[in-house]
């Protein structure tokens, strides 16, 4: 597959956003996808969020593997940043809360010292379709931030009031200029991060069932009906096998490999085939 990059215009200008906010806020919620922690951070945050107080949220964790999330958890605790995991669609939102409320804990005790009960505000940050509209509606409670499963769907700034004394800012989906790491941008492109339009969606969803047959054999051949001995196959004629197997066909008995493209890249990331971490703990 040829190299993957996309910065369109409206990332930058989130940029510019994000780095006039900043003096607005108290806290940031960093949000990550938990199938891909490390993939799904946007490197150029460290410096940007210097000097604040940071929660780190695993998101989308009812869609990753239960035992690779808890690694990762330890390894951020091991490193210095303790994470927590959420599931926008349906988690337990006390967690969240105790996480924000101890990240802004000493502003809150300085403020009240002076008489005064602060909102405290802070900004929710992440790379396009971590879900970060999902995250605060999950907060508020209902429906507040345009959430989509798309990328570059929140194209601007939205403060949120969850509650009496906290304000949440809705931030759009930012990438760094460039991807480097090709490994890692086909795992974006895999969970939907980078829009479908600008690659082969073809070749995309066939490496990512060769992917997935690596990452759990049983449940990917069940779900598409492959048979035992492909598992060493070139993505293409997975690809096929796949259509074969789900009657993906067109006249003549001709593999429909855009249908099948389309429906394996839409279960996976709806966690249809079940729980994949595409980035598993090594350290």
């Known amino acids: 597959m040829p190299d993957i990059n996309w910065y369109p215009g409206h990332m930058a200008k989130s940029r510019r956003l994000l780095?006039?906010?900043?003096?607005?806020?108290?806290?940031?919620?960093?949000?990550?996808?938990?199938?891909?922690?490390?993939?799904?951070r946007n490197p150029d945050l460290n410096a940007m969020l210097a000097g604040k107080n940071r929660v780190l949220v695993l998101n989308k964790a009812d869609l990753a593997s239960d035992n690779e999330t808890q690694r990762w958890l330890a390894y951020f605790k091991a490193n210095g940043q303790p994470a927590l995991k959420f599931n926008s669609n349906g988690g337990n939102t006390k967690q969240v809360l105790s996480a924000i409320e101890q990240a802004t804990k000493q502003v809150v005790d300085r403020m009240k010292a002076r008489g005064v009960n602060k909102t405290v505000r802070l900004m929710v940050v992440g790379i396009p379709n971590v879900g970060k509209s999902?995250?605060?509606?999950?907060?508020?409670?209902?429906?507040?931030?345009?959430?989509?499963?798309?990328?570059?769907?929140?194209?601007?700034?939205q403060w949120v009031k969850v509650s009496t004394y906290l304000e949440l800012l809705d931030t759009p989906g930012m990438l760094w200029p460039k991807l480097e790491n090709q490994r890692y941008a086909q795992i974006l492109a895999y969970?939907?991060?980078?829009?479908?339009?600008?690659?082969?969606?073809?070749?995309?969803a066939a490496e990512l069932l060769?992917?997935?047959l690596e990452l759990n054999?049983?449940?990917?051949?069940?779900?598409?009906?492959?048979?035992?001995?492909?598992?060493e196959q070139e993505p293409e004629l997975l690809l096929e096998a796949a259509c074969k197997g789900r009657g993906w066909l067109l006249s003549g008995?001709?593999?429909?490999?855009?249908?099948?493209?389309?429906?394996?890249?839409?279960?996976?990331?709806?966690?249809?085939?079940?729980?994949?971490?595409?980035e598993p703990c090594k350290k």
Request: charged share 30%.
């Open 253 to 278: 008995g001709r593999y429909d490999t855009d249908r099948a493209a389309g429906v394996i890249l839409d279960e996976f990331r709806g966690g249809k085939i079940g729980k994949y971490t595409l």
């Open 134 to 157: 999902s995250f605060i509606n999950r907060l508020y409670g209902s429906a507040i931030a345009k959430a989509s499963d798309r990328p570059g769907v929140t194209r601007s700034n």
């Open 19 to 40: 780095l006039g906010q900043l003096k607005a806020v108290d806290a940031v919620v960093e949000l990550c996808d938990a199938r891909a922690p490390i993939a799904t």
């Open 217 to 231: 054999p049983e449940a990917t051949k069940a779900r598409y009906k492959l048979p035992d001995d492909l598992d």
């Open 210 to 212: 060769e992917l997935l």
């Open 191 to 204: 969970l939907g991060s980078i829009r479908d339009q600008i690659m082969d969606s073809e070749t995309l």
